[in-house]
Nanobody
Framework: QVQLVESGGGSVRSGGSLRLSCAVS????????MAWFRRAPGKEREGVAV???????TYADSVKGRFTISEDNVENTLYLQMNSLIPEDTAVYYC????????????????????WGLGTQVTVSS
């Protein structure tokens, strides 16, 4: 069982930055995928960013150029650097993980991930 714990959420003004962290309880073997999702009030959960074990990354169109996903394999930690935040980024942000081969076109789908954190709230005010 893989446990994920997010941190780093908070409240910022529009244009500000936050860095989210996700501590992973164990090393993920072989091919793996680490992702950030978010759920805004009244909306479905959406994929934000993914990084794979071979270093590939992908982002939702709404965050491209503003958010950066990265990982520290020594510390077993996933990060999401969020810059130029806007009120529409307000949501609960979740860390997710899975391993095994996936079709890259599906990696932003929440049903591709078995392991989830409890989330951290990000609030952006105008």
């Amino acid at each position: 069982q893989v446990q994920l714990v997010e941190s780093g959420g908070g409240s910022v003004r529009s244009g500000g930055s936050l860095r989210l962290s996700c501590a992973v309880s164990k090393y993920l073997p072989g091919t793996y995928y680490m992702a950030w999702f978010r759920r805004a009030p009244g909306k479905e959960r959406e994929g934000v960013a993914v990084i794979s074990s071979d270093g590939r990354t992908t982002y939702a169109d709404s965050v491209k150029g503003r958010f950066t996903i990265s990982e520290d394999n020594v510390e077993n930690t996933l990060y999401l650097q969020m810059n130029s935040l806007i009120p529409e980024d307000t949501a609960v942000y979740y860390c997710a993980a899975d391993f095994g081969t996936k079709w890259w076109g599906f990696v932003l789908r929440s049903d591709e991930y078995r392991f989830w954190g409890l989330g951290t709230q990000v609030t952006v005010s105008s």
